[in-house]
């Protein structure tokens, strides 16, 4: 009863009559009596306020708060997303929700909780009390035939249940398809949840099947809607140089990987005897989309393109991303320009920006810049001799630029990354580390000098900015891998939590049997880069200042810079725009653009993950019964957890299939010890498994020391 009174308030935003808080918390009238001593014990503990004209509202002393729920599939869940509406503080950890206190709630809905009692260590409790929006309203899953329409099971172990199906099939279906399904009005934890198909996707072996799985499971935009395809049709080529700097005279290529579609960044690198002149030139996106139009919005819900192995989702409609937009060879295209000269020490002495025109003289690869700027190739450096020259001197100033930024601290981790390998059925052929060659570096040292040129200049003329920041670690990450570090019996760094530490830590364990892991438990120490309009910095750069300007095509932070700096460009240029004219995206607080953005990001790296252990779980069931070198990444009290060295793929070690000792948790020292013969496998470990079994329903590998069997 309390909960429901609290409920019809606060989501009333206002107050309330009596009879009203009556109605609206469902409460029969012979329970009047019930309400007014309610009412009046809420007015005495300050969660409810009673005027003089009899009405309710919430007071200051409530216990409610907004959240999202997100499922464990164990059946509890937490509040995240939260907010509190009508004053009061958060809670400083999500709550905690059990399993009993969901009650009706699925995972991702918008729901209200009421906070129940919280513990020493800032956790608290709560349960839900009121369901704000059903979020999920499709769900992906595979088809059980049975009585009556049969049954589907949900694919993402967040949703630990069936769904009865509430009417036939309208298309073919077999046992085990993939499919999806509309979820019927679910009203309470006694119902029986209920849909039905909405389409059939087949055999869940099918690569692209396994796309629009991912695709379900994040609630991924694919699809444009008709207006938005329209006015990207629209679009035409714009070459035109009036109210532009004609930059088409300089030698600019564009650089990326072999598959590469959409170009959006070119450079350009020129030395003299005082030093060089780096152009960095952006596809300027904000050319071609209107701020708040259709088109404008779908992008921003988006918030980036998401590069799944094998296939991307883009941002921009691809009339734009991979044409009008995309730095073409021998094509004019409209750019925003950075233009940065360096002194022969790679100290950038000058910065400016331009709208401009240029045309890109080639589309390089890693592969063929490498040999001709490492390599020295002869073949290729006669293929490609008007631009040696450029390419040498890029290599210099890139050298430059990296020793300067890892002497002020920024750190390099040195995790490898991983490159799949497609057959011609779309099915995973290999996997193995990506090659990767000074070649990036040039790249990613050219963007991290613009991007950073870009902040700077904003941060000098006292100018809003959606700045990329990444802050530091918490001292209890840093408390947690010290302690770590020591059973593994590292001699660790002095000042733990610097950049200068985390450098000397990667540094003593390059090219050991910790390296792998002790750089991912690094990692993980760290905090995640974010948007914010309030600039604290970017640790793992070590630099005050940095955004993103170099990928407007792929990235919407970086279309909101550029629209901000069109906009200074124009000022400088005597236009007397105002800074704060017009929006750079469709809503106007660059705070909420950030935090939308940065989940959107978020959601991205999830699920460009998830696609990749699909495809890693396709290419496993191939390989069962092999042996594999791996090293401990994790150890708990009935598992252990693995990452094979070569094909970067983790699975599971369950602890009853060794048969050679009964191994006990050494939780403090994160380590399994056998109860007899004193054997350790600890985190770190470098050890040899065999495959067992692979499960693709719940992503899972499970493996065994090949010694045991």
């Not at 009061?88 to 950890?93: C, E, H, I, Q, S």
């Not at 579609?261 to 780096?278: H, Q, T």
């Not at 320009?337 to 022969?344: E, K, M, N, Q, Y």
């Not at 995206?585 to 696609?611: D, F, Q, T, W, Y």
């Amino acid at each position: 009863m309390r909960n429901r009174v609290l409920a019809a308030l606060y989501l009333a935003g206002g107050d309330l009559s009596f009879d009203e808080i009556l109605r609206k918390s469902a409460m029969p009238p012979a329970r009047k009596d019930d309400l007014e001593q309610l009412l009046s014990q809420l007015d005495k503990e300050g969660s409810c306020l009673k005027s003089a004209n009899k009405r309710f509202s919430l007071g200051k002393r409530h216990s409610l708060v907004e959240a999202t729920v997100e499922m464990n599939q164990a059946g509890f869940g937490f509040g995240t997303e939260l907010l509190r509406r009508f004053g009061g503080r958060l809670p400083a950890k999500d709550p905690y929700i059990s399993a009993r206190l969901l009650h009706s709630a699925l995972h991702g809905d918008r729901v209200l909780l009421t906070i129940n009692r919280t513990h020493r260590d800032g956790r608290s409790e709560a349960e839900v009390i009121g369901i704000l929006e059903r979020r999920t309203k499709t769900l992906a899953g595979f088809y059980t035939s049975g009585k009556k329409y049969g049954s589907v099971s949900i694919e993402d172990p967040k949703f630990p249940f069936n769904i009865i199906l509430s009417k036939a099939p309208e298309k073919p279906v077999e046992d085990g398809d993939a499919v999806i399904i509309r979820l019927n009005e679910y009203r309470g934890e006694n119902d029986v949840p209920q849909g039905e198909i909405i389409e059939v996707l087949g055999n869940p072996e099918r690569y692209e099947v396994q796309v629009r799985l991912v695709i379900e499971k994040f609630n991924l935009p694919y699809q444009f809607s008709k207006e938005a395809e329209l006015q990207a049709a629209a679009c035409e080529p714009e070459t035109s140089v009036e109210g532009r700097e004609d930059l088409r005279q300089i030698d600019h290529v564009t650089i990326d990987g072999e598959d590469a579609k959409d170009f959006d960044d070119a450079v350009a690198v020129v030395k003299s005897k005082n030093g060089f002149r780096l152009h960095v030139s952006i596809a300027d996106v904000s050319a071609f989309i209107p701020t708040g139009s259709t088109l404008d919005r779908e992008a921003y819900e988006r918030g980036t393109s998401i590069y799944l192995p094998g296939t991307v989702i883009p941002m921009l409609p691809e009339h734009l991303s991979n044409n009008l937009c995309s730095l073409l060879p021998d094509t004019d295209r409209l750019t925003l320009s950075a233009i940065l000269d360096f002194d022969r020490q790679g100290t950038m002495k000058k910065s400016r920006f331009s709208r401009t025109v240029i045309r890109s003289r080639q589309r390089l690869t890693y592969d063929k810049v490498k040999g001709i700027v490492i390599d020295k190739d002869p073949e290729l450096r006669k293929v490609y001799k008007p631009l040696v020259k450029s390419l040498d001197w890029a290599g210099e100033l890139a050298r430059l630029l990296q020793q300067k930024r890892e002497k002020r601290g920024s750190i390099n981790f040195t995790l490898p990354e991983v490159a799949i390998t497609f057959g011609d059925d779309n099915q995973a052929v290999s996997i193995a580390k990506a090659n990767r060659s000074f070649a990036h570096q040039i790249i990613e040292e050219f963007m991290l000098a613009a991007n950073e040129a870009v902040a700077q200049t904003f941060a000098a003329h006292h100018l809003d900015l959606l700045y990329r920041i990444h802050e530091e670690p918490s001292p209890e990450k840093i408390a947690d891998f010290v302690r770590f570090g020591a059973t593994l019996g590292l001699i660790l760094p002095k000042n733990p939590g610097t950049p200068d530490w985390y450098n000397n830590l990667i540094a003593l364990v390059k090219d050991t049997g910790h390296e792998y892991i002790v750089n991912s438990l690094l990692l993980r120490s760290m905090q995640q880069a974010r948007y914010s309009p309030v600039n604290c910095g970017h640790f793992g750069l070590a630099t005050d200042l940095y955004c993103h300007f170099t990928s407007p095509i792929r990235r919407y932070p970086d279309l909101m810079v550029h629209r901000l700096l069109c906009r200074f460009i124009g000022a400088e240029a005597g236009k007397n725009l105002r800074q704060d004219s017009g929006k750079c995206a469709p809503i106007s607080s660059l705070k909420e653009c950030g935090i939308h953005l940065s989940e959107r990001e978020r959601v991205a790296i999830a699920s460009e993950r998830n696609m990749s252990e699909r495809l890693k779980i396709q290419y496993m069931a191939q390989r069962i019964g092999e042996s594999f070198r791996a090293v401990i990444s994790g150890v708990s009290s009935n598992v252990f957890f693995v990452e094979l060295i070569d094909c970067f793929v983790s699975g599971t070690v369950l602890l009853a299939t060794l048969t050679d000792d009964y191994y006990i948790l050494d939780e403090k020292n994160h380590r399994l010890v056998g109860d007899v013969s004193c054997k350790v496998l600890q985190i770190g470990t470098i050890i040899d498994v065999i495959l067992l079994d692979v499960d693709s329903r719940q992503n899972k590998m499970f493996f065994t020391l090949k010694q045991t069997l």
